[in-house]
């Protein structure tokens, strides 16, 4: 509460969050939702999103998912970091509420999840799932998506659902059959360094900000060190404000982010082994 009263902002700017009113639409995240839209909209089996850690890709699945709710298009969301199969299927018949039993078998479990997947088409759209970390997934799900992207309405003129999968590489475990059966691909990349005192600007707005508190130069500082990538854009820039706040200050300049950054760096680095504790 300080920190906001400090800034004038009704809620922390930089905090991380999937709440789609933070999205801020670069080209390249506009240019990735549009080709996920267009998979969707046509029907298609899967897309892919790939981009690098801190792009925002989980953000960009959750605007998806609003955007879905609000068309009444039956939807669901998973991070699939750490999952394994039985906790795949069992987390979907859980968003898809059907009736499940401890004592069942895996497979019967999902021939009750297909079941209800393939007869709710009977509605205009299939089902979108949307899948994020599919690269930090147990292998053994992989086997299971490719079943989920095979499933057909009964009459077999369109998939039973759209699989929206995200990753951060182009091919890790036993991504690469997934991916290469995928129909389009969607990138997403740093934001530019030109915009990134627009993305900054909106991030305060949000927040019910008034002033942008960062220099010109703090913000050329900030756009080098976090080479664009939100999530360090929002780090530096939270740990920037603490660090003038608790020195009183009002503005944030390039100095007080470079000695920010050399602390993320020191902490960062790993203890010599010389300097070690020994008990």
């Known amino acids: 509460v300080m920190y906001e009263r400090y800034w004038g902002f009704q ?3 930089f905090r991380e969050t999937h709440d789609p009113v933070w999205y801020f639409a670069s080209p390249a995240h506009e240019e990735a939702q549009a080709r996920l839209l267009y998979v969707i909209e046509r029907h298609h089996q899967a897309g892919w999103l790939i981009g690098p850690l801190g792009t925002g890709k989980s953000l960009l699945l959750h605007v998806l998912a609003d955007k879905l709710h609000r068309s009444a298009i039956r939807s669901a969301y998973l991070d699939m970091a750490g999952m394994d199969a039985e906790e795949l299927v069992w987390n979907l018949s859980s968003l898809w509420q059907v009736a499940r039993s401890m004592n069942e078998s895996l497979r019967v479990q999902w021939r009750r999840l297909q079941d209800v997947l393939e007869s709710q088409q009977m509605l205009a759209e299939p089902a979108v799932i949307l899948l994020d970390h599919i690269d930090r997934a147990d292998p053994d799900c992989f086997s299971w998506l490719e079943r989920l992207r095979q499933l057909r309405t009964p009459n077999r003129s369109i998939p039973a659902c759209t699989l929206i999968l995200s990753t951060e ?5 036993g991504e690469a059959a997934t991916r ?3 129909d389009f691909e969607a990138e997403l990349f ?3 360094e030109e915009l990134i005192t627009e993305y900054i600007e909106a991030r305060i707005r949000v927040a019910n900000g008034r002033v942008n508190p960062f220099s010109v130069d703090a913000v050329s500082e900030i756009a080098s060190l976090s080479d664009g990538v939100p999530s360090r854009i929002n780090q530096l820039c939270e740990l920037s404000l603490l660090a003038a706040m608790g020195t009183g200050l ?4 390039d100095q007080l982010v470079i000695a920010v950054a050399d602390d993320l760096m020191r902490k960062r680095q790993p203890v010599p082994r010389s300097l070690q504790t020994t008990h």
């Open 169 to 173: 590489n182009r091919q890790t475990n």
């Open 190 to 192: 740093p934001v530019e």
């Open 180 to 182: 290469d059966r995928c």
């Open 250 to 253: 009002r503005q944030v300049d």
């Open 11 to 13: 809620y922390p700017p």
